[in-house]
């Protein structure tokens, strides 16, 4: 299985600060990564697809980037809106996995 | 609109059963595969099982291989997921997803691009 992790677990930021979330696989998966957003008591939402492509509606200030085993999930200008849990998924093979997840809380 | 509506979750005995289902409306169900995620109280993501956009196709995490079963309905617009021998661990709210395109013709659109609500699954004595 392909083991992602992701860093940090928790990462307190203020509004207007850009942030970025990193997930690092255990073996090369091409660009077969994406990137989620989770509130408390929602469903998750996708946010990037194939490593850099931006979901469409998703607000350009979220961008992804990387390939092979280490990818990055960049915020450039946070908004109150975007205070919530954020998770990393391989869909190189099955099973398909994800990380272990980072909150991000406000500073 | 397009979505997806899970139900059939509740409580339920160590070792018994239980049937989940998602109903997708608002696009054509038959052209996507679909998957179910699960996720533990307080815990992260995990991915459950596939199933094909024409049914051919089943994948299962080593976690439920074996007593879990995907199946789907393409003339009621439903995918389900039969869940037996339920233990404690199994706690969790199950997600059903489609895949961001149809056909599985492009490996980019593998991702989750459609999420249902979830429903919640306790099993409990």
């Known amino acids: 299985d392909i083991q992602m992790t992701q860093s940090p677990s928790t990462l307190s930021a203020s509004v207007g600060d850009r942030v970025s979330i990193t997930c690092r696989a255990s073996?090369?998966?091409?660009?077969?990564l994406a990137w989620y957003q989770q509130k408390p008591g929602q469903a998750p939402k996708v946010l990037i697809y194939?490593?850099?492509t931006l979901e469409s509606g998703v607000p350009s200030r979220f961008s992804g980037s990387g390939s092979g085993t280490e990818f990055t999930l960049t915020i450039s200008s946070l908004q109150p809106d975007d205070f919530a849990t954020y998770y990393c998924q391989q869909y190189s093979r099955y099973p398909y996995t994800f990380g272990q997840g980072t909150k991000l809380e406000i500073k | 609109q397009v979505q997806l509506v899970e139900s059939g979750g509740g409580v339920v005995q160590p070792g018994r059963s239980l049937r989940l289902s998602c109903a997708a409306s608002?696009?054509?169900?038959?052209?996507?595969?679909m998957h179910w995620v699960r996720q533990a109280p307080g815990k992260g993501l995990e991915w459950v099982a596939i199933?094909?956009?024409?049914?051919?196709?089943?994948y299962y995490a080593d976690s439920v291989k074996g007593r879990f079963t995907i199946s789907r309905d393409d003339s009621k617009n439903t995918l389900y997921l039969q869940m037996n021998s339920l233990r404690a661990e199994d706690t969790a709210v199950f997600y059903c997803a489609r895949e961001g395109g149809p056909y599985s013709s492009d490996r980019s659109d593998w991702y989750f691009g459609l999420w249902g609500r979830g429903t919640l699954v306790t099993v409990s004595s």
């Open positions: 199933i094909s956009y024409e049914g051919s196709n089943k």
């Open positions: 608002g696009f054509s169900f038959s052209d996507y595969a």
């Open positions: 194939k490593a850099s």
């Open positions: 073996q090369s998966m091409s660009s077969w």
